[in-house]
């Protein structure tokens, strides 16, 4: 099956290697940014396809947060992986790690072609990221609570090798229920990890359903801070407003604490039945679901039936 989505231009267009100072944020920028969201949409339902079973609202939540942090956050260089003064880029919710192939293979950095085989055997591109078999995943996950920790040790590793390289970890909210990313929050504020930054996506939900009936997590905002980190919190749909916030931490280089983003999402953004319907955490689509599906992300009229609801299972968050 051929993918819905555009051709993407030049993952950089400023050339192989992001620098500090980007470009303005112009109307065109910020038309790439939601390009590359929709790419992700599409691609996780094409890549859903091949596997028969796939989690897509989870990973519909945070496509606006990949496609920011991938074409306009992160410091990276086109077909260089392994790059030493890379930012780097972890997931507690591995299960989202669909949505973020594509945006590797974007950048060169495994060839295209092995989308099309995703969890097929042999394949390294699995349901969880491996980074001992996916170039450009810094750390394997899908166990979650581990992310955080992990950011922190590379932060500290870095600095001992006289590298400064931002860390980037996107936590689910229902992690937030992980006695370990507290550990990890109060280590990271005493080694004044100025260049971790924590990424919230606060969906709402997670596998046994909505986050604060499982156990509430708020004041969310308020624990961020207890533990020592400078707390934001924004529209995570919003690629302008994501923009501007990772580029004003980006080019904060006197910041001893580390910053914790509350990005508020939708999950199953994108598509409407999805975005109504908890089910959807783990599912598959019937041929004529995808197809309504992708005319939602379109912008398309999408087809009057209700598709069916999936069974949700699984991973949580």
Known sequence: MPTTATAAPAPDPMGAERTLMPAPLTPETIA??????????????????IAKVGHYSSTFSCAELFATLYYDAMRLRHGEPRWPDRDRFLMGKGHAAVGLYPLLADWGFFPKELLDGYTRLGNPLGDHPD???VPGVDFSSGSIGHALSAGLGMVMGGRMMNRRFDVYVMLGDGEMQEGQVWEAAMAAAHQKAGNLIAIV???GYQLDGQVDEVMGIEPLAGKWRAFGWEVH??????????????????QDRTREKPACIIARTLKGKGVGYMEREAGWHLGYLAPEDEAAAIAEIMGQPASPAIPREAAAQGDAR
């Open 131 to 133: 980074m001992t078999k």
């Open 201 to 203: 996506d606060r969906n």
């Open 32 to 49: 790439h940014l939601e390009e590359r969201a929709r790419h992700v949409r599409l691609e996780t339902i094409r890549l859903i396809a």
């Open 233 to 250: 919190e924004v529209d995570g749909h919003d690629v302008a407003a994501l923009a501007t916030l990772f580029r004003r931490l980006k």
